[in-house]
């Protein structure tokens, strides 16, 4: 084999580990929101990988009365964390889903999966340009 079909060998087994990392990626998030039915979209792409939520859910912070936030934040619920931090409908938290988090980090250091833009609902199709 020359220098040209090891480089062509080596280029087919890139692309094939990006596709298998993307649609592992697509998978894991679907299982994600079809299980938390708050969370409205999974979007990935220019470096970012996150999931919006829905208004009024459990992640919405206009959905809860100062008494409620009171009351989380006495009892140390976790949720209040992910209530706190969520700006723009957004979730981006390495506490949140972190083994799907985890993974998308581990496929990104070698396959730099987050340049490859989605974007979907739970039973929506993806989206790659918007």
């Known amino acids: 084999m020359d220098k040209h079909d090891t480089l062509r060998k080596i280029n087919e087994m890139l692309n094939y580990g ?16 079809s299980n938390d039915k708050d969370l409205d979209e999974f979007i990935m792409g220019m470096g970012e990988a996150f999931f919006t939520f829905k208004k009024g859910g459990k992640y919405d912070i206009d959905a809860y009365s100062d008494e409620q936030l009171q ?17 723009y409908n957004i979730i981006h938290s390495e506490k949140f889903q972190e083994d799907f988090f985890e993974l998308i980090e581990y496929l990104e250091d070698r396959f730099n999966v987050k340049a490859y833009s989605m974007r979907f609902t739970a039973k929506g199709p993806i989206k790659r340009d918007w």
């Open 18 to 33: 990006i596709k298998l990392s993307i649609d592992l990626i697509e998978s894991e998030a679907r299982k994600i929101l």
């Open 71 to 87: 009351e989380l934040e006495e009892k140390e619920d976790p949720l209040i964390d992910f209530i706190y931090g969520n700006f």
